[in-house]
């Protein structure tokens, strides 16, 4: 499967993104998803992850209530909703797809191209 993100930009502090991660070659829905953020000059880490089935999710503490992740696997794609976005949110954004537990940790073999979001303050 390859994967391609898609709908950075941007933003004002306070205002909302949503990024789309579009998977092709085969069904996103073998696998779990993740979305990562890596900053200038920092390590890539773990934002959000969906199960397979979409029925759990994971959230790293930093964007708890503030970012969504969500899929639909008619669309092959999977979602990453950004909300109250703050200055420090910015960064390119990627998804990858495994099992959740690798995700979860930083592990894939699956890496899609990264996004960039950049907020204003």
């Known amino acids: 499967v390859q994967l391609q993100a898609s709908g950075g930009g941007l933003v004002q502090a306070g205002g909302s993104l949503r990024l789309s991660c579009l998977a092709s070659?085969?069904?996103?829905?073998?696998?779990?998803v993740g979305w990562f953020r890596q900053a200038p000059g920092k390590k890539r880490e773990f934002v959000a992850g969906i199960s397979w089935s979409g029925g759990s999710t994971y959230y790293a503490d930093s964007v708890k209530g503030r970012f969504t992740i969500s899929r639909d696997d008619s669309k092959n794609t999977a979602y990453l909703q950004l909300s109250s976005l703050k200055p420090e949110d910015a960064a390119v954004y990627s998804c990858a797809a495994d099992i959740l537990g690798r995700l979860i940790q930083g592990q894939s073999d699956i890496w899609g191209q990264g996004t960039l979001v950049t907020v204003s303050s």
């Open positions: 070659g085969r069904p996103l829905n073998n696998y779990a």
